[in-house]
């Protein structure tokens, strides 16, 4: 099999480390890729959210799959120009990728398919949105209705901070707040059938302890062995089901990787998010414990046969990922700063690229997502740690508990 993927960050290092695993792949093409990629595949340049560019590439490789990583591109349609080729393409449409291009569309597909979710407001101007807070209580949660690289969320008690965040974004999403553990579940899926992935746990802080502003995710730990035994079986049935069920009504249905994030209230599990592809940096911690080869999974949901695929298999222990940011991330990050010891199994690059004298440098806020397994957390996260060590990038900071007390909680026996 000949498998193109679009991308050139963390997701698609991550993804593409399990796809060249795959004894099915013959030939790996990734565009536009990044330095750690390109030891894996033959890397091409594209404009990823250009649908009539990468499908004319998709037909020039001869690709038998492509695969496309980021929301944006999804967005902008490539799934439909690839398709439209003959091409077999993971990645739902423009139409169904909605459900992450738009806050407000994803809440009406849930209202419609009464899938548990947060009440919420949809509001376009900042007096519609004062409004609208004071029909929550605090904390108030406000989301850009576009897409916003997993930063268009502000979780506050004050008013002026949420409003602030409400004038800057113009079109917004005002729900009540969510109490419970965050939880992400991939759901793999050809538009009927639909297979789950192992649920993780992400940290959307910057900092310990939860401090600080929202980020596009600091880390990430799998399995989750607090959760519910039914947490899986129970988001099928009253989330996912209904909601690809809606979709199909539509007329849109959505066929690729549907990204729930959930809040794990006393109530039970209710959607925070969608997305319309694999999470970042949980996709590193999922995929890490995948043992079942991933681009046979991904051409089943691309072709409309997964219900014929075998059942997955996972690798037993524990698998942790910590994400070593830019100086001054989520603000505007420094770049071009060299990095050593990052060119390594278990390293995945997120924002890296070459300096014209070969020296590998920062090229974004995420720069690189250290991932390890082990035979359970306290291993996993000792080994992705020590990693994390052997890294040198001036200014950059990172998360030291990712999987802190969860790793203790299973040390003691605690659930």
Known sequence: MRVLLIGSGGREHALAVSL?????????????????????????????????????LAVEVAADLVVIGPEAPLVAGVADAVRAKGVACFGPSGAA??????????????????????RYRACSTVDEARAALGEFEPP???KNDGLAAGKGVVVTSSVDEALAHARDCGRVVVEEFLPGPEVSLF???????????????????VGDDDAGPNTGGMGAYAPLAWAPADLVERVMRETVEPTLAEMRSRGTPFAGLLYVGLALTPAGPKVIEFNARFGDPETQVVLALLATPLAGLLHAAATGTLAEHPPLEWRPGAAVTVVVASHNYPGPPRTGDV????????????????????????????????????????????????????????????????ALKAARSELDGRP
Do not use: C, W
């Open 187 to 205: 759901v793999v899926t050809d538009g009927v059938a639909a297979v789950p992935l192992m649920p993780a746990q992400d940290f959307k802080r």
């Open 20 to 56: 060249a695993a795959d004894p099915s792949v013959d030939q790996l093409i990734v565009a536009p890729g990044n330095p750690g990629i390109a030891p894996l595949a033959t890397l091409r340049p594209v404009t990823a959210t250009d649908p009539a560019a990468v499908a004319a």
């Open 140 to 142: 108030y949660v406000v």
């Open 339 to 402: 990095i050593t010891g990052a060119e390594r199994p278990g390293v995945i690059h997120a924002g890296t690229a070459r300096r014209d004298d070969g020296a590998l440098i920062s090229a974004g806020g995420r720069v690189l997502s250290v991932t390890a397994a082990g035979g359970d957390l306290a291993e996993a996260r000792a080994a992705a740690y020590a990693l994390v060590g052997d890294i040198t990038l001036d200014g950059s900071h990172h998360r030291t508990d990712i």
């Open 97 to 118: 990728a909605r459900l992450e291009g738009s806050k407000e569309f994803a809440k009406s597909v849930m209202a419609a398919a009464s899938v548990p979710t947060a």
